[in-house]
């Protein structure tokens, strides 16, 4: 094969053509031949010359070129390719560093050999071409439905001709036992779509959140016009869903809206999900009115929310026990997930028991501590007094609105209380000291006696020590292990130190160890004040 000008035109009319058959931009293709012949010239005059080939896009003619590179003389590697000053003044007026000196080549002939490369070339660049097109054109779809032809099945994944490519539905994104044969057509949900050297992989799903989601806003137009939004999907794909909504136009029901005339929006989504029920739920701002809307069909009768654990403890009637966790648990495991809150559900009657064991604890407590009869003791429970310190420091008035309780009779109650925690305090620095404890964690303010004592059994005895650890070491919080939230004892819980107390004291100690500037520490604080007005 040699180019001549008998098959200038050729190389045009053959670009155009296998860029019209794999749709990509004939200019790509032109590329490509000019790099193909570019190797097969360094075959022919030698691999360390910088042979360059140039196709006019009209007229097809290909021009050879050798270049050559101006570069510091202790730096020429490579002589075909490269030359000094010196050297270039033979070919150049005034040559600087980095100047080229380009001289045309005569066309080569390509051999059976060197043709066959040049194609090998040309085929892996279109290739290339045709898998950077289709990922450009599939990439912005992610997070969308695709309809698709099922071409096969490879060991329970579904592969799906989606047009310019081809999808992977795997065996776990199919919904429940779903069965396809070539040929069927199929709606699935674009979950992500990656380049990898084989080319561009659109993996699929049937069984993602966002699917029922999209299938939602296809089927109601409020929620494509934004008057409705979908705030929360959870899926037992197959069988059950929640799906959480809110309008934003007070005349428009979003669950009315949803379900449509005679439920025709609704079922036309459940019938693509192979018949899932289907629960819509009206969005709530307040957590534990969503929640009560999201364990329906069961009633409530309490909720309490722990917004720091984030769980929240739920509290139905006897009989509605069942109901509320569902079948396999599946009601109260979408809700959680509906919520993002862990949720315990307990009966009124489990819940009474726990009251009353909480009270009879409080009750011996009062008794043991501060000498008083069972009957006094439950006076102060009953007036939500749960621990010694309420008793100690809080303002008198509070103690005299008790049924019997004089001042001199607050008086006494106050004295005790704080007679006993001196005295636990003084136990417990003593008992801190003999375990080694230093003088720099009793002069550290914040920290009890009795919290430096937990600390020295655990072995920090120094400030620098307290220093060194972490915000949830000592406060505790909730790790997810295995899809599990998982409680982590914090060593100074019991005292009620929050999770930003623990904070506080820790980097107060690292400050006046002078292991933080504290001007950094108020610029980052004057960053987070900005960023949450922004927000």
Known sequence: MAITSANQLELLQTAEAVA?????????????????????????????????????????????????????????????????????KQYM????????????????????IAAQSAKQVILQ?????????????????????????????????????????????????????????????????????????????????????????????????EIYDGIIEIKAVARDPGSRAKIAVISYDGGIDPVGACVGMRGSRVQAVVNELQGEKIDIIPWNEDMPTFLVNALQPAE??????????????VVVPDEQLSLAIGRRGQNVRLASQLTGLDIDIMT??????????????????????????????????????????????????????????????????????????EEQARKAEAHARELGADDSLFGFEGLTPQMIEVLAEDGIKTLEDFATCADWELAGGWTTQNGQRVKDE????????????????????????????????EADEEEDVAEEAEE
């Open 125 to 221: 660049k279109v290739r290339e071409a045709e898998r950077d097109r289709q990922y450009e054109e599939f990439k912005d779809r992610a997070g969308t439905i695709i309809n698709g032809l099922v071409k096969r099945e490879e060991y329970g994944n579904v592969i799906v001709d989606v047009g310019a490519g081809e999808g992977v539905l795997r065996r776990n994104e199919k919904i429940g036992r779903e069965a396809y044969r070539p040929g069927d057509r199929i709606r699935c949900y674009v979950k992500d779509v990656r380049r990898e050297t084989r080319g561009p992989q659109i993996f699929l799903s049937r069984t993602a959140p966002e699917f029922m989601a999209e299938l939602f806003k296809m089927e109601v137009p």
């Open 348 to 421: 009124e009657e489990e819940e009474s028991k726990r009251r009353q064991k909480e009270f009879e604890e409080r009750t011996q407590l009062f008794m043991a501590t501060l000498d008083l009869d069972e009957f006094f003791a439950q006076l102060l429970v009953s007036e939500g007094f749960t621990n010694l310190e309420e008793v100690a420091y809080v303002d008198q008035d509070e103690l005299l609105v008790i049924d019997g309780v004089d001042e001199d009779t607050a008086n006494e109650l106050q004295t005790r209380a704080r007679e006993f925690l």
């Open 490 to 521: 914090g060593l100074l819980e019991k005292f009620d130190v929050s999770l930003e107390d623990a904070q506080n004291l820790v980097m107060t100690a690292r400050v006046l160890l002078g292991w933080v500037d504290p001007t950094e520490l």
């Open 20 to 88: 019209r058959e794999k749709m990509i931009d004939p200019g790509l293709v032109v590329e490509a031949m000019e790099e193909s012949l570019a190797r097969a010239a360094k075959s022919r005059y030698g691999a360390e010359m910088d042979i360059r080939v140039s196709i006019d896009r009209r007229t097809g003619k290909a021009t050879f070129t050798r270049v050559r590179t101006v570069v510091e003389e202790e730096e020429l590697e490579n002589y075909q390719a490269e030359m000094t000053i010196q050297q270039a």
């Open 93 to 112: 007026a005034d040559p600087q560093i980095g100047d080229t000196f380009v001289e045309e080549v005569p066309p080569v002939e390509l051999g059976r």
């Open 300 to 313: 409530v009768s309490k909720v309490v929310l722990d917004e720091e654990a984030e769980r929240i403890e």
